[in-house]
Structure formats: C-alpha cells, structure tokens
C-alpha cells in the first residue's frame, strides 16, 4: 500500500547520496538535512571530508547522519555498502546516484581501465546499487534520482566514453522509472556548468563555456541540490523525467 501522504515530508527519512563527502554531493546532504532527512554519506577516498561532515549533520541532530566507504566499480562493495546502509537505516527511502569520474579519453589513448572506470561510476554502479537497494525502497516507496549531464546528449569533444556512460544513465533511469513503478519513483538531474573540474579549467574555456549559457552565468551545488529536493519531496506524480538544471545551456550550443 502507497502511502502518498507521506511523500510530503522527509523528516526521518533516510537517503544515500553517493560521492557525498564534498563539492555538489555534500551540498545536496546538507540540504536534504535541512529538510529533516537523515543522511548516509557515501565516499570512496575522501575518509576525512566525509567524517567532518557527518559531524556536522550529527551535531545538528544526533544520529541523522552515517559514512559509508565504498568503490562503486567493484559489484562486491555495492552490495556490501547496500546491506550496511539496511542494516542501519531499516528502511531507506531515497538514493541519489551522485558519484561520478569525469575525464577526456581521446580515441586513439583510451584504455580499458578508462572504460572500466567511467563505466563503472556513471552507469554500472547507479544500476547494481539501485538492484542492491530495491527491497528496502519497495518498502518505503521510495524515490531514485540520478545526476545525468547535459553532455548525455550533446556530446563533449574527447570524452567519449564519459558521454557514453551518462547517455546510459539516461535511458537507466527512464528505464526503472517503467520498471519500478507504482512503488519507486525514478528521475534525474542534468546539470550544465556547476563546477569546474578540480583539475581546473582554462579561464578562455570557461568563458566560451558561459557564453553559450542563455541565463550567462555558471550554476551553483545549491541550484542542484534544491532541484533535488523538489523531485524527491514535492513531484509525487513525477517519474522518468530528467530536469536539465543547466540555465539553457541545452537550448543549443
């Protein structure tokens, strides 16, 4: 039986946000809490970001907030960090699909380690997580939303195998949304110019980059975050819809 009152309100309810330790991940946790969600904060390297923010959380409201490790290429430590994150919560009711690698692979230098990589944290975990997780979010009714990327359409010159994965994570996600449905709603988030790599970024590029954006500005972690939320506690009738969140950079660059 669905509950759709429920829907409303994320007070106690417990969401998993993959790659949550810092930058948008971080963001959209920190929101959510704000909004009475308890947080399990995957992470995969980044120990120390994660525990800091999971104090954080914590000492705004005690035991709201987890830390999970995880490589989210290897199906073994999905499911392990699944069957923790039931263990602890008895009953998630959202999974953000945030954690993502993000690199050029020109053809004529990729690799099959590159393959595995971008494939593996863009397409393949979001899917094993989601199969990992899916008798807890039958339970709760609850909600996935995975961060596409406006690039899943328009492809980004040298990264054609990052494209590839988020052009997969697309049709992913409108796929469980046919297939998870009436229980499970399933979105996503497509995000245009947000943050630049921490690798960095040419400030020539980023400017080319700004005038092909109709609004002229880059977006911010909170513009994707507060995306995040409408989907999660307000669109009850919404499923299978990726929100570009990219200020109309998709129109046409």
């Known amino acids: 039986m669905i509950d759709h009152h429920s829907r409303g309100s994320l007070e106690n309810k417990w969401v998993l946000i993959t ?37 954080e959380l914590n000492t705004e409201r005690p035991h ?21 994150v039931i263990d602890h919560t008895k009953g998630l009711y959202a999974l953000v699909n945030n954690a993502s690698s993000f690199y050029p692979t020109p053809l004529g230098e990729v690799t099959e380690d590159h393959w595995n990589d971008l494939i593996g944290s863009n397409l393949k975990a979001p899917l094993f ?10 339970k709760t009714s609850g909600t996935i939303i ?20 988020k052009a997969g994570l697309e049709m992913l996600t409108r796929s469980l949304a046919k297939d998870l449905g ?4 399933v979105n996503g988030i497509s995000p245009g110019a947000i943050l630049w790599p921490e690798s960095g970024m040419p400030k020539q590029i980023q400017k080319n980059i700004i005038q092909q954006i109709p609004l002229k500005k880059a977006g911010t972690p ?7 939320l409408f989907l999660m506690r307000d669109a009850s009738y919404i499923t299978g ?4 969140v990219d200020g109309g950079r998709s129109i046409g660059w």
Request: with cysteine.
């Open 19 to 55: 790659g949550a330790a810092k930058r948008i991940g971080a963001t959209i946790a920190t929101k959510l809490h704000a909004e009475g969600a308890n947080i399990a904060i995957h992470y995969f390297a980044s120990s120390d970001d994660a525990k800091v923010l999971a104090t």
């Open 64 to 84: 709201s907030a987890i830390t999970v490790q995880g490589d989210l290429r290897e199906t073994a430590d999905l499911n392990r960090m699944a069957q923790e």
């Open 129 to 138: 997580l989601c199969q990992a997780l899916l008798p807890s979010l039958q």
């Open 146 to 165: 995975n961060i596409v990327d406006v690039h899943s359409q328009r492809p980004l010159k040298n990264h054609p195998v990052y494209g590839a994965a």
């Open 182 to 185: 009436p229980e499970i709603r």
């Open 222 to 228: 909170e513009d994707i975050a507060t995306a995040i």
């Open 241 to 244: 819809h990726i929100l570009k």
